[in-house]
């Protein structure tokens, strides 16, 4: 519920802050709330990336003044798509590439699918899957084995 979501930032925003991250809530219903975790350097790096930029630009995100305007931006974006606008990919971190192949072909004739649909450089790609899967499973054994999120998350 929104509740409990508001309940665990709470909980967290000391060891949140305390280790360079932020959030915001991308939008909000009845039964869910979005919510983009993020570190803002790293944000603001994959945000910069000349093909990203172009992307952004074709669909009127402010460029140059920082996330926040962008974050904005994307939340008014989700509230007039149905479902999600294709360029949140890029910031899930999602490479350009693969964003620009998603757009142009429609999410179809992609290379392969993992934790998003693979339009270029096909190999580099299945192994940052790998490492993915790799650290998601050594984070939620750390969990079921009785760590604290916070523990976990000042390995990260």
Partial sequence: SCKS???????????FKCHGIEYI????QKQ?????????DMLGRMLRRPLAREILGSYG???????????AHLQKRI???DGFPHEIGLFLGYPPQDVQGFI??????FLFCGFWKVYANGAAVRRLFQCYNECISK????LMDGESLQDVIKAA
């Fill in 139 to 142: 984070m939620c054994r750390r």
């Fill in 79 to 81: 509230g007039e798509c």
């Fill in 32 to 40: 869910h709330v979005l919510v983009l975790i993020y570190r803002p």
């Fill in 104 to 109: 142009k072909h429609k999410g179809q004739d």
């Fill in 61 to 71: 995100y402010p460029l140059d003044n920082g996330i926040a305007p962008m974050l």
């Fill in 5 to 15: 979501v508001v309940e665990f930032f709470c909980e967290y925003q000391e060891c």
């Fill in 25 to 28: 809530n991308l939008t909000e």
